[in-house]
């Protein structure tokens, strides 16, 4: 699944470990989320979607 | 904002998760330590009372269900991929085992091995082991 979580972040000029730390998960979950390795549960999925304050959607598209 | 470990080499963890993970490396050295007490006492000591003879033996038994007790806290306390690559990781052990248990039946049985001494537990801890290692790799 593709999404576009590092340009998010980029946005907000936050490293991949102040992400993982907003949201209580490893870095390495980050990594393997913006690489495409891991698609995220619905309820990590949520929670991206109200930090950033966008559409799960928005976030993350079908390849 | 949760807690996070400022340690260069936990970064991947949370607090509780570091935390969880201290007293499971206690545990592990107690039990450890019980295991080979044991094994030590069984070789070189002759107990004669069964009730003493069975508190011996289940020391380690005992030992054991605590620390896998805290594994399975850890176990909790860790993100959604850290759990994930446990249950893989513990899905592969778990199938090494089984794969290595019925081969070494098999062999010791048409070979008519004399001392069928195996290591089942053994094979499964460094599967586990190199599965989490695997798993680490590969996300």
Same mark, same amino acid.
């Given at each position: 699944?593709k999404n576009k979580l ?25 990594? /393997? ?9 619905l309820p990590l999925a ?7 304050? /966008? ?9 | +904002? ?13 607090? %509780? %998760? ?11 050295? *107690? ?10 006492? @069984? ?11 069975? @508190? ?5 038994? *005992? ?13 909790? @306390?860790?993100?959604? $991929?850290?759990?994930?690559?446990? $249950? ?12 290595? %248990? ?21 094979? +499964? $801890?460094? @599967? ?12």
């Amino acid at each position: 699944m593709k999404n576009k979580l590092k340009v998010l972040r980029a946005e907000r000029d936050w490293s991949q470990a102040d992400l993982a730390k907003r949201l209580n998960v490893s870095r390495q979950t980050v990594n /393997a989320i913006e690489t495409g390795k891991y698609d995220p549960s619905l309820p990590l999925a949520f929670k991206l979607a109200r930090l950033f304050g /966008a559409p799960i959607e928005s976030i993350f598209e079908d390849k | +904002m949760p807690e996070h470990s400022t340690s260069p080499f936990c970064d991947d963890q949370t607090v %509780e %998760e570091r935390r969880v993970g201290r007293i499971l490396m206690v545990c592990s050295v *107690v039990w450890s330590a019980s295991l080979i007490g044991c094994a030590w006492v @069984a070789k070189f000591v002759t107990i004669t009372s069964p009730a003493l003879q069975l @508190a011996v033996a289940a020391v380690p038994v *005992v030992l054991g269900a605590i620390t896998f007790w805290v594994f399975i806290k850890k176990l909790r @306390a860790m993100d959604e $991929l850290q759990q994930r690559i446990q $249950l893989e990781a513990l899905g592969i052990g778990f199938a090494v085992g089984v794969l290595y %248990e019925i081969g070494h039946t098999l062999y010791v049985r048409l070979a008519d091995v004399q001392q069928p001494d195996g290591n089942l537990a053994s094979v +499964m $801890l460094f @599967a586990w082991i190199g599965a989490v290692l695997w798993g680490k790799w590969r996300y």
